[in-house]
């Protein structure tokens, strides 16, 4: 039961997205979190980290006993929710079009049965809940909100009345009428037709998806996800549309994932070439272009979503956090971090569009060989690791394997494409890493390899060394390797990342088992013939997406409840993948 006033467990959340930005609606009707007009601007709605004081838009029965159901309108992000009251049924419409301007979202609720007593309340607290706006009149009455730099209009067809900052509307909804609400982002855009613009984002969501025709629902759910966490006006990709929530119950692990990481975002693409979707891809590659620019030395792990370099993080103290979990985070300073791997996902997502059918031009090989001259120099670096620890730079297994990969996936482009390369120094230096890890990443006595070089620790990123092609699957030490983690790192069956308790990541003790590496597991299953394991395990995980079908980034098995931003890219470009190794296993 949560405490009233507080938000409700992260999975009672679906996503509605318009690949501007997107906000979270709860199962009671409630647009808890949405930071207007991109995933990174300042939260108008953020309820979500705190009460209802912090701002948020709810439209549900005044009986507070209606019972609830949901579903996305076949594969899109038009949400529908239905509300079974003791007098009648109404059906709440929710969507995001894509394609006007800084955004709107569109809310419809329709009566289906009976008639039910609704209430509507909007209260905009823009500045991440810190602003109450002025609220007045327009001549068509609209209500117009603006605070700072910051203007609001919401336009319904009942009628809106305006106290202490908040908009309210208590209307009485027969079968078969509607009533309708559109907010809009900017000073009076002028009426926006709901109807067609809910039937123009229920098109475009289907036309995108058509090519995923015949894939399981989880699967395609999945990919929708990940493209609702494009930027369709630069093409970058937010690791998850939210801050802060926390990957510890009440804990300090909180972390701002509204950037794009070159990480997430590289394999996220790799995960739609896969699915066989191209559509993305180029914008993907132009956005990584612009944003490195022509300093390959000067690479960033993560990016604004225009490319921005300066990512100051900083704490919104006035926030009590998602239950309680402190401090709230805005801005992200593992921005300075070095982080090996991501030469190995950028040039291997890259190569991937190549063979997709994308090619090679010129300025972006040109790209790719000053990527791999800047690895040449930095490869043996110390470096804060995929996780981002924050424990002081250490040899990464994970990090070298994936400045193998790059150069890997650097020679194989050249060969593929007849690109000039000095493909003998390539060769040397990936032959070169290779036995590094080998020599120095692998415990003999564990029969497994390790966090970093010289540690006993174990990390379930080695279980990415078959996916990545480091080493096959049915090799001894990959072996060794899956029984170690089987051993010291799962929980109720799942996959930790780590032994947090050691405190090398630099962070107080505790968090919950991360779902992308349980995902790995299904996947090196499937790989060494183990097809009945990954399949339990894949069940199992796809037991764990909510009734929306979306995940966060971990889970607690001792409470049964998801932790983490949400929904996490991660997560579901990890489900992509198992999906799709799975099946081929199959």
Not at 184 to 200: R, V, W
Not at 284 to 310: C, F, K, T
Request: glycine share 10%; proline share 7%.
């Amino acid at each position: 039961m949560t405490a009233p006033g507080l938000p409700p467990p992260i999975a009672d959340y679906a996503l509605i997205g318009g690949g501007g930005s997107a906000a979270l609606v709860s199962r009671a009707g409630s647009i808890d979190w949405l930071c207007w007009p991109r995933f990174d601007s300042p939260a108008c709605f953020a309820a979500l980290l705190g009460t209802q004081a912090h701002g948020f838009w709810r439209i549900a029965p005044a009986d507070p006993l209606a019972t609830t159901t949901r579903s996305y309108a076949g594969d899109s992000l038009v949400l529908e929710t239905r509300f079974e009251t003791a007098t009648g049924t109404v059906t709440l419409t929710d969507a995001m079009p894509p394609g006007n301007g800084t955004g709107a979202i569109v809310r419809r609720v329709r009566g289906e049965t009976g008639q039910v007593a609704m209430q509507m309340a909007l209260a905009l607290r823009p500045g991440y809940g810190a602003a109450l706006p002025l609220l007045s009149r327009l001549e068509d009455g609209a209500v117009q909100a603006t605070a700072g730099a910051d203007t609001f209009v919401l336009r319904a067809n009942v009628k809106l009345a305006v106290d202490a900052g908040t908009v309210t509307a208590p209307f009485m909804l027969p079968a078969g009428k509607s009533a309708v609400f559109v907010l809009q982002y900017g000073a009076d855009p002028g009426p926006l037709d709901a109807s067609a613009a809910m039937a123009a984002t229920s098109a475009a969501w289907r036309d995108w998806a058509a090519p995923l025709a015949g894939r399981p629902p989880h699967l395609r759910r999945s990919m929708l996800t990940l493209k609702a966490l494009i930027h369709t006006p630069t093409g970058g990709m937010v690791a998850a549309p939210t801050t802060s929530l926390p990957e510890q119950p009440g804990g300090s692990r909180n972390w701002d994932y509204r950037y794009c990481w070159l990480r997430d975002s590289a394999l996220a693409v790799s995960a739609l070439l896969r699915a066989g979707l191209t559509q993305d891809a180029a914008s993907w590659r132009g956005w990584l272009q612009r944003a490195i620019g022509s300093d390959p030395a000067g690479v960033q792990i993560m990016y604004g979503l225009g490319g921005e370099r300066d990512l100051p993080e900083w704490e919104a103290d006035w926030l009590p956090g998602y239950h309680g979990a402190r401090p709230v985070r805005i801005g992200n300073a593992a921005h300075g971090q070095l982080q090996l791997d991501v030469f190995g996902e950028v040039m291997d997502a890259l190569h991937r569009t190549a063979m997709a059918g994308l090619g090679v031009p010129p300025d972006l090989w040109a790209l790719q060989c000053g990527l791999l001259g800047h690895l040449l120099t930095i490869w043996q670096q110390p470096d804060e690791g995929i996780w981002e620890t924050r424990g002081g730079r250490r040899r990464f297994v994970f990090s070298q394997v994936m400045a193998w990969v790059a150069f890997d996936r650097g020679i194989r482009t050249a060969e593929a494409f007849h690109q000039p390369a000095p493909l003998d120094l390539w060769r040397a230096v990936r032959a070169e890493i290779h036995a590094a890890v080998c020599r120095d990443g692998f415990d003999a006595a564990r029969a497994s390899f390790t966090q970093s070089f010289g540690s006993p620790e174990l990390d379930a990123s080695a279980l990415m060394i078959p996916l990545v092609g480091f080493l096959p699957p049915d090799d001894p030490r990959v072996r060794g390797t899956v029984a170690a983690i089987e051993r010291d790192l799962l929980a109720d069956g799942l996959v930790r990342r780590y032994r947090s308790e050691s405190g090398s990541d630099g962070l107080p003790p505790g968090e919950g088992v991360f779902l992308a590496c349980s995902f790995w597991l299904v996947e090196v299953y499937a790989m060494q013939g183990r097809v009945a394991e990954a399949e339990a395990l894949f069940a199992r995980l796809l037991g764990l997406c909510n009734d929306a079908g979306l995940l966060a980034e971990e889970y607690d098995p001792a409470t049964g409840t998801l932790l983490g931003n949400f929904p996490q890219g991660f997560s579901h470009l990890a489900l992509v993948n198992a999906a799709l190794t799975l099946d081929a296993a199959r």
